[in-house]
T-cell receptor, first 114, second 111 residues
Framework: GNSVTQMEGPVTLSEEAFLTINCTYT??????LFWYVQYPGEGLQLLLKATKADDKGSNKGFEATYRKETTSFHLEKGSVQVSDSAVYFC?????????????FGQGTRLTINP | NAGVMQNPRHLVRRRGQEARLRCSPMKGHSHVYWYRQLPEEGLKFMVYLQKENIIDESGMPKERFSAEFPKEGPSILRIQQVVRGDSAAYFC?????????FGPGTRLTVL
């Protein structure tokens, strides 16, 4: 079945460092790809998405490009801030008979130190 | 437009009791999804509903768990005779078509 594999955490960086969180997927067909962020004690917030190959999703300085050839959707940010500390989830949509189930990676905990 | 609402935010039950979790989707959204997040894990799909219909319940445990989304009122996830292994965060998401928007979750603790 479809699956998502994320870079294992935790990841700890200093403020203004460059961030990459790797995400690869296995899927039949052409799923949409998502990054969600979860701040402590809160629900998931959609960070960005891409719906087809070579699309680039971007939001709040974060970017990810849908790479069909490498089945990847790596999350990047050029200069992280303390407020970016959270858990990041990569996900794909698994559409089956009208249902759009999201299949999530295990999450990557990111801590940014001042 | 208010976001997805879930209540209660925290729920404590003793083994054998029933847990009822409620989810009100965003206005205009007719699709509701329930996910479960065990500690330090990603979310796992449980069930997908539209108004008065269960469309896909392939992620629901076969026993003790049920879900509904009535014509009026919120969607309900019901867990009967809870056990310690049911302790988790339960998230509801709603969508108009494609992108899912998540509620803040209900954190269930079974003593």
């Amino acid at each position: 079945g479809n699956s998502v594999t994320q870079m294992e955490g935790p990841v700890t960086l200093s403020e203004e460092a460059f961030l990459t969180i790797n995400c690869t997927y296995t899927a039949t067909g052409y799923p949409s790809l998502f990054w969600y962020v979860q701040y402590p004690g809160e629900g998931l917030q959609l960070l960005l998405k891409a719906t087809k190959a070579d699309d680039k999703g971007s939001n709040k300085g974060f970017e990810a490009t849908y790479r069909k050839e490498t089945t990847s959707f790596h999350l990047e940010k050029g200069s992280v801030q303390v407020s970016d500390s959270a858990v990041y989830f990569c996900a794909l949509s698994d559409r089956l008979g009208g249902a759009q189930k999201l299949v999530f990676g295990q999450g990557t905990r990111l801590t940014i130190n001042p | 437009n208010a976001g997805v609402m879930q209540n209660p935010r925290h729920l404590v039950r003793r083994r054998g009791q029933e847990a009822r979790l409620r989810c009100s989707p965003m206005k205009g959204h007719s699709h509701v999804y329930w996910y479960r997040q065990l500690p330090e894990e990603g979310l796992k799909f449980m069930v997908y509903l539209q108004k008065e219909n269960i469309i896909d319940e392939s992620g629901m445990p076969k026993e003790r768990f049920s879900a509904e989304f009535p014509k009026e009122g919120p969607s309900i996830l019901r867990i009967q005779q809870v056990v310690r292994g049911d302790s988790a965060a339960y998230f509801c998401a709603s969508s108009p078509e494609d992108t899912q928007y998540f509620g803040p979750g209900t954190r269930l603790t079974v003593l």
